[in-house]
């Protein structure tokens, strides 16, 4: 395709087609954009023109995208958000002379992250102004892919397709049991050691690509588990002896309660990589840049020192 018409493509066509496809419904587009509802059925017809196939179906009840429009939209929202970061960019210098950065993190991360990213700002005070985004890994990387943030710290099986990845550590499935449960005074289990028991972990994330199948290769089966989204639900439910929990050491880091023990999984054990993930382009300022190589150092030199603290198994 000569890409000579797209050179007429503007930053309102994206703008209008972006948020189109958030709203779902001209109507609502329109009144988000200040225009009325033909200019942006206008805006939407002159890309399909210029692109020469159409990026919408459109039936009385929705819309939806066309495989062109699936690509397409990945495209435009990173331009559009680009774009409204680095105006935002401008106004922060401008107004308060330090940049912006985005940081994504996994919960389970948060404390880590934050005392590195306090760590920056004492060495360098007032020189970034950060937004934070907490969120699962699979949303982290889509938010990274469409421009929203500017580096992710994540946990990951396999590094994701056009993203540029730093390994940080590893961390290790552990076992949360109630403390009347036989395990409670192990100080370690093996997977065949849960025997029928049933298990309570993460319905995203990697611990459905790390649980389940561990169970099945390792354990000796046992019954569906219970999936959550919280923490919280998965104490619960080992509180009340419903499940046993199969989660991320990191999430246990925090974890004082009387009537719940952590106990490591060997034999083999199974870890998640923690990474840090960032757009493979230079990022977009020096605050950044500097940042994001701070927060790969500072994290991996903890993780090191860890590993050297802790006892052999």
Same mark, same amino acid.
């Given at each position: 395709?000569?890409?000579?018409?797209?050179?007429?493509?503007?930053?309102?066509? /994206?703008?209008?087609?972006?948020?189109? @496809?958030?709203?779902?419904?001209?109507?609502?587009?329109?009144?988000?954009?200040?225009?009325?509802?033909?200019?942006?059925?206008?805006?939407?017809?002159?890309?399909?023109?210029?692109?020469?196939?159409? +990026?919408?179906?459109?039936?009385?009840?929705?819309?939806? !995208?066309?495989?062109?429009?699936?690509?397409? /939209?990945?495209?435009?929202?990173?331009?559009?958000?680009?774009?409204?970061?680095?105006?935002?960019?401008?106004?922060?210098?401008?107004?308060?002379?330090?940049?912006?950065?985005?940081?994504?993190?996994?919960?389970?991360?948060?404390?880590?992250?934050?005392?590195?990213?306090? *760590?920056?700002? *004492?060495?360098?005070?007032?020189? @970034?102004?950060?937004?934070?985004?907490?969120?699962?890994?699979?949303? +982290?990387?889509?938010?990274?892919?469409?421009?929203?943030?500017?580096?992710?710290?994540?946990?990951?099986?396999?590094?994701?397709?056009? !993203?540029?990845?730093?390994? !940080?550590?590893?961390?290790?499935?552990?076992?949360?049991?109630?403390?009347?449960?036989?395990? *409670?005074?192990?100080?370690?289990?093996?997977?065949?050691?849960?025997?029928?028991?049933? !298990?309570?972990?993460?319905?995203?994330?990697?611990?459905?690509?790390?649980?389940?199948?561990?169970?099945?290769?390792?354990?000796?089966?046992?019954?569906?588990? +219970?999936?959550?989204?919280?923490?919280?639900?998965?104490?619960?439910?080992?509180?009340?002896?419903?499940?046993?929990?199969?989660?991320?050491?990191?999430?246990?880091?925090?974890?004082?309660?009387?009537? +719940?023990?952590? @106990?490591?999984?060997?034999?083999?054990?199974?870890?998640?990589?923690?990474?840090?993930?960032?757009?493979?382009?230079?990022?977009?300022?020096?605050?950044?840049?500097?940042?994001?190589?701070? /927060?790969?150092?500072?994290?991996?030199?903890?993780?090191?020192?860890?590993?050297?603290?802790?006892?052999?198994?």
């Amino acid at each position: 395709m000569d890409p000579a018409p797209l050179r007429a493509l503007t930053l309102r066509h /994206l703008q209008c087609f972006s948020v189109l @496809v958030q709203e779902g419904h001209f109507g609502r587009a329109a009144q988000r954009l200040s225009i009325t509802q033909p200019a942006l059925s206008n805006a939407i017809k002159q890309m399909e023109r210029l692109l020469g196939a159409p +990026l919408l179906e459109r039936t009385t009840h929705r819309l939806a !995208l066309t495989p062109l429009g699936a690509e397409v /939209l990945e495209r435009t929202d990173f331009v559009v958000n680009t774009v409204d970061q680095a105006l935002r960019d401008i106004r922060n210098v401008v107004v308060r002379g330090r940049a912006h950065v985005r940081i994504g993190v996994i919960p389970s991360a948060g404390r880590q992250v934050a005392a590195a990213v306090a *760590a920056f700002e *004492a060495r360098q005070p007032g020189a @970034v102004s950060v937004e934070w985004a907490d969120a699962p890994s699979t949303e +982290l990387v889509e938010r990274l892919r469409g421009g929203q943030l500017d580096v992710a710290v994540a946990a990951i099986t396999e590094a994701p397709e056009g !993203l540029a990845c730093t390994d !940080l550590f590893r961390d290790p499935l552990v076992l949360v049991v109630h403390r009347d449960h036989p395990l *409670a005074a192990a100080r370690s289990a093996s997977w065949k050691a849960l025997g029928s028991e049933r !298990l309570a972990f993460f319905e995203s994330g990697s611990m459905p690509a790390l649980g389940g199948p561990a169970r099945a290769q390792f354990g000796e089966g046992g019954p569906q588990p +219970l999936r959550v989204r919280y923490a919280e639900t998965l104490h619960a439910l080992v509180r009340s002896r419903l499940a046993l929990g199969l989660m991320p050491r990191l999430y246990t880091v925090a974890l004082h309660d009387p009537e +719940l023990h952590v @106990v490591p999984l060997r034999q083999p054990k199974i870890e998640r990589r923690v990474v840090l993930l960032r757009r493979p382009e230079p990022l977009r300022s020096a605050a950044a840049r500097a940042l994001a190589e701070f /927060l790969g150092e500072r994290l991996t030199a903890l993780a090191a020192r860890r590993r050297v603290a802790a006892p052999a198994a």
